[in-house]
């Protein structure tokens, strides 16, 4: 089982900042906005959920990333990314999340440095290729099921396979 680390939110844009605990409704997260809503925060790209050791291993690669960084809503530990896929139900905190996608990165993340897409996202995850050794490094969207509150050291929990 994972854990939620952080939880975030902006007005719009990235980096989102860290809040104590927020409510996840069918809207999103209370508090949170997106800066180009024609294109981010649609139906099914509610809440934006992304590891924690993958900023991490970004961060030691020297990239200046840090939790929220990215623009997720939250970053969890503990959850193996190479395992997510569309269809999945997860617990997060009280709310229930259903996987829709993996996130496209867009130019807005090369304020952190040349080569940072290129990190995080390739061809192979494009295509939906699961083996690809960057599978959900981007993060992964998600719609919500079930509203719930949200805190650091919630859980984060595989509820529904679609395997």
């Given at each position: 089982?994972?854990?939620?680390?952080?939880?975030?939110?902006?007005?719009?844009?990235?980096?989102?900042?860290?809040?104590?605990?927020?409510?996840?409704?069918?809207?999103?997260?209370?508090?949170?906005?997106?800066?180009?809503?024609?294109?981010?925060?649609?139906?099914?790209?509610?809440?934006?959920?992304?590891?924690?050791?993958?900023?991490?291993?970004?961060?030691?690669?020297?990239?200046?990333?840090?939790?929220g960084?990215?623009?997720?809503?939250?970053?969890?530990?503990?959850?193996?990314?190479?395992?997510?896929?569309?269809?999945?139900?997860?617990?997060?905190?009280?709310?229930?999340l259903?996987?829709?996608?993996?996130?496209?990165?867009?130019?807005?993340?090369?304020?952190?440095?040349?080569?940072?897409?290129?990190?995080?996202?390739?061809?192979?995850?494009?295509?939906?290729?699961?083996?690809?050794?960057?599978?959900?490094h981007?993060?992964f969207?998600?719609?919500?099921?079930?509203?719930?509150?949200?805190?650091?050291?919630?859980?984060?929990?595989?509820?529904?396979?679609?395997?």
């Amino acid at each position: 089982m994972g854990e939620i680390i952080q939880v975030s939110v902006s007005r719009g844009g990235v980096p989102k900042r860290a809040v104590a605990e927020a409510m996840i409704t069918p809207a999103g997260v209370e508090g949170d906005s997106w800066a180009h809503p024609q294109i981010h925060g649609g139906p099914d790209q509610k809440v934006l959920i992304i590891s924690a050791e993958v900023i991490d291993e970004l961060a030691g690669r020297g990239f200046p990333v840090f939790y929220g960084a990215f623009g997720e809503n939250l970053t969890v530990r503990g959850t193996d990314v190479s395992l997510l896929r569309a269809g999945q139900t997860w617990l997060a905190g009280d709310a229930l999340l259903e996987l829709t996608k993996v996130r496209k990165p867009c130019a807005t993340l090369d304020v952190y440095g040349p080569g940072i897409q290129d990190a995080i996202y390739n061809a192979a995850v494009k295509a939906g290729d699961f083996g690809s050794p960057l599978w959900a490094h981007s993060g992964f969207y998600a719609l919500v099921r079930r509203a719930g509150r949200v805190a650091p050291g919630a859980p984060f929990q595989l509820l529904t396979d679609v395997s």
